[in-house]
């Protein structure tokens, strides 16, 4: 394979190209130091093989285990599981967005990036004329049905009104006439 052709598919002499990011670096360390307390721990807090010690005499019983280097072993050995476990999460989503980035598609050719600013600024215009024209429209719209339903308000009192007077019955006691009577 030449080296054109190798450039072109991006891969490297051995196949492998690591990214190293600054998560993974930091990952590492702690999953080193982790590492380590498992090893002190194990060497400091694990009981040996000895035996325990003879009852006491007056035949009571001998005191419980130590438990605590027990607790102290589990809990150092699940910080040893997770950290070496972020190490592969954030080994595995470098990877993956090396790869991302190694296949992300360029602007297309003769495409600048003045001309796509450009072309962007023009679609942002002419959606700003499009919003204007659409309120406009819904603010003639708005006033048209404002009008038309206070007229019909307007001759519903009417006509109510004029029922009311040709009935002979005298108006309800809500309705209060416009001149007052002497």
Excluded: C
């Amino acid at each position: 394979m030449t080296e054109r052709a190798r450039a072109e598919h991006h891969s490297s002499l051995g196949g492998w190209h690591l990214h190293i990011s600054k998560l993974l670096v930091v990952a590492i360390i702690v999953a080193t130091a982790a590492t380590g307390a498992l090893i002190v721990t194990v060497l400091t807090q694990m009981p040996s093989g000895q035996t325990p010690p003879p009852p006491p005499p007056g035949g009571l019983p001998p005191p419980p285990p130590n438990l605590r280097p027990l607790a102290v072993f589990s809990i150092v050995t699940g910080f040893f599981v997770l950290s070496w476990l972020a190490v592969l999460v954030v080994f595995a989503r470098d990877q993956v967005l090396g790869l991302l980035r190694q296949q992300a598609a360029p602007t297309p050719p003769g495409v600048s990036g003045d001309d796509l600013a450009a072309a962007l600024g023009d679609l942002r215009t002419e959606i700003a004329g499009d919003r204007e024209r659409d309120l406009q429209t819904l603010a003639e719209r708005m006033a048209e049905v404002t009008s038309e339903y206070g007229e019909r308000r307007e001759t519903d009192g009417y006509l109510s009104g004029m029922r009311a007077a040709t009935s002979g019955e005298p108006p309800s006691e809500n309705v209060r006439s416009l001149r007052p009577k002497r």
